[in-house]
């Protein structure tokens, strides 16, 4: 596109839909942007004037929920940001954030759960309650799907055992059971009710192979940090599997503790910030003890904000040491990528593997790797 015809897009952007005949927009993904901006700016208009009105039903909520998700895959982050900003203060769009019964009446799913980590900070007391339930639902429904996946996978026809540690007192995991039976601590009486226990294995794993994934916190990833979150809480119970789990910006926080509960892996993460690749790998590289027989899965757009030949130099490390590395710019079922492909160029160029994946995909691509 030429310069001039850019120039006239950003005009038509601006002006709005008023502008439409003498400017019309031909590019597919710019008439999802001048929609997402109608939906929020038309109501500058007037009820009189306005295509697309508000109403007070399910209906209009369930647009919220889409607008939302169409503004973070259109937009750059700030820009989203502050078209969110926009329409919690100017606009008073916060049914999602402060209505608990608006909130409960969404159908869970995909969509809603990114939009709930997304604005998961601006909200508080039973409505945080609620959005927690609903992440709760969409993660066991992903989760059931996924493992469904990953054992029609090479990596599930490994995959040939399972953990079935013997249930005896003295492999109760006195900690895990305590901590997974708060919820039903009776106050009256003092006392913790155990409505289920839990067991360790005592045999060790032969040989097991080491995964070690570094999920990008960055907000356009969010697709991509769900379907992380799930895939290492199924990892984890994989009997021929080290997993390790990291979420990073300009800092590295291991949630590898966290893995069997992908609903607090979620709602700890913090999206936006810088991001730092470079020092995630280097983290990921200090957990490497067996290289040829680890896997390091580097999730990311590759938009990195810190030295970029601090991060080759660490990848290059990483291969050259005999472990593997895959970057994916994109882990989820649509598999759509958005990054940067000078720096996806580059470790390709070092020897990682490079590309977007279903999450079956890279079960099947690692079972690849495992059985060479």
């Excluded at 869970?108 to 709760?136: F, H, N």
């Amino acid at each position: 596109m030429s310069t001039h015809g850019a120039a006239l897009n950003r005009w038509r952007l601006v002006l709005g839909k008023s502008a439409e005949g003498p400017l019309p927009l031909e590019d597919g993904r710019l008439v999802r942007m001048d929609d997402a901006l109608d939906f929020l700016y038309g109501r500058e208009a007037g009820p009189d004037v306005r295509r697309d009105p508000e109403g007070g039903h399910g209906e209009s909520q369930l647009a919220v929920a889409r607008w939302l998700s169409e503004v973070r895959g259109l937009f750059p982050q700030e820009t989203a940001e502050i078209l969110q900003r926009h329409a919690l203060d100017r606009y008073h769009l916060t049914a999602l954030l402060t209505d608990q019964e608006v909130l409960e009446q969404l159908e869970p799913d995909e969509a809603l759960l990114e939009m709930i980590l997304s604005l998961k900070g601006m909200m508080k007391g039973p409505v945080l309650d609620a959005a927690r339930r609903i992440v709760d639902r969409v993660v066991q429904e992903l989760t059931k799907k996924m493992r469904h996946e990953i054992r029609r996978s090479a990596l599930g026809k490994l995959d040939r055992t399972s953990r079935s540690p013997v249930r005896t007192l003295r492999n109760l995991d006195i900690r895990k059971t305590i901590r997974k039976n708060l919820a039903h601590y009776d106050r009256e009486n003092q006392r913790l009710i155990l409505e289920q226990l839990y067991f360790s294995g005592r045999a060790q794993r032969y040989n097991p192979w080491s995964v070690i994934i570094a999920v990008d916190e960055s907000g356009s990833m969010l697709p991509s940090i769900i379907h992380s979150a799930v895939m290492a809480g199924i990892f984890a119970k994989l009997p021929m599997l080290t997993t390790h789990l990291v979420i990073f910006d300009t800092a590295v926080v291991d949630l590898t503790g966290r893995m069997d509960d992908p609903v607090e892996t979620l709602m700890s993460v913090h999206l936006g910030g810088g991001t730092d690749i470079a020092k995630a790998m280097g983290y990921c590289k200090a957990l490497i003890t067996a290289p040829r027989r680890t896997i390091v899965v580097l999730v990311s757009d590759l938009c990195e904000g810190g030295s970029r030949q601090s991060l080759y130099r660490t990848c290059h490390d990483i291969v050259e040491s005999g472990a593997r590395l895959i970057a994916l710019t994109a882990l989820n079922e649509h598999s759509v990528p958005d990054y940067d492909r000078a720096t996806a160029q580059t470790l390709a160029d070092l020897g990682a593997h490079v590309g977007a994946m279903t999450p079956e995909r890279l079960a099947d691509f690692m079972a690849g790797i495992m059985q060479k």
